[in-house]
T-cell receptor, first 113, second 115 residues
Framework: KQEVTQIPAALSVPEGENLVLNCSFT??????LQWFRQDPGKGLTSLLL?????REQTSGRLNASLDKSSGRSTLYIAASQPGDSATYLC????????????FGTGTRLKVLA | NAGVTQTPKFRVLKTGQSMTLLCAQD?????MYWYRQDPGMGLRLIHY???????AKGEVPDGYNVSRLKKQNFLLGLESAAPSQTSVYFC??????????????FGDGTRLSIL
């Protein structure tokens, strides 16, 4: 059974720091992995999607990497800002055509001004 | 840009009552999903649909029913509400893609309390 874990559950950093959020999964047979952002009282916003054949994806100050063999993904946020404060979730797609994502429980990030 | 719209945003029910949550998307997406989000458990898939007139069970379908009579709408019904169904419910939609590489678009959620 696929399990997705995100550690730490919460993180506070001063503004300007570069930071890394971690996501690990138990079954390496994934089809893709997505990183989402969730603001309080809001839904999820897709940040980056990494296909299983890819090693990383970049969007602005965000960079996500994927290492299927070790069951790990990282989300790198450069030069963090208070506006980055949110909960970040990762989710893995178990197989083509099923569209059944397994979500982690998220890392709650607070960037202090 | 409306995207994915969920109604209602908040609701309080008594045990045993029934209700329907509505999800509407204006992006012509084939796939639609209902999730529930509970503290410490992440999002769990309740039911999903791969097109108009189709539905399928997800991870936690018991106590819920769904219908997709129109492509743009996906309804989630609680037949007889129980306190264990107190949760935040999210609807999402996405394009069909042969390579399954289309991101999901989420609504803002429905906060449901069962007393």
């Amino acid at each position: 059974k696929q399990e997705v874990t995100q550690i730490p559950a919460a993180l506070s950093v001063p503004e300007g720091e570069n930071l890394v959020l971690n996501c690990s999964f138990t079954d390496s047979a994934i089809y893709n992995l997505q990183w989402f952002r969730q603001d309080p009282g809001k839904g999820l916003t897709s940040l980056l999607l990494i296909q299983s054949s890819q090693r990383e994806q970049t969007s602005g100050r965000l960079n996500a990497s994927l290492d299927k063999s070790s069951g790990r993904s990282t989300l790198y946020i450069a030069a963090s800002q208070p506006g980055d404060s949110a909960t970040y979730l990762c989710a893995v797609l178990r197989g083509s055509g099923t569209y059944k994502y397994i979500f982690g429980t998220g890392t709650r990030l607070k960037v202090l001004a | 840009n409306a995207g994915v719209t969920q109604t209602p945003k908040f609701r309080v029910l008594k045990t045993g009552q029934s209700m329907t949550l509505l999800c509407a998307q204006d992006m012509n997406h084939e796939y639609m999903y209902w999730y529930r989000q509970d503290p410490g458990m992440g999002l769990r898939l309740i039911h999903y649909s791969v097109g108009e007139g189709t539905t399928a069970k997800g991870e936690v379908p018991d106590g819920y029913n769904v219908s997709r009579l129109k492509k743009q709408n996906f309804l989630l019904g609680l037949e007889s509400a129980a306190p264990s169904q107190t949760s935040v419910y999210f609807c999402a939609s996405s394009y069909w893609d042969r390579l399954s590489n289309q991101p999901q678009h989420f609504g803002d959620g429905t906060r449901l309390s069962i007393l």
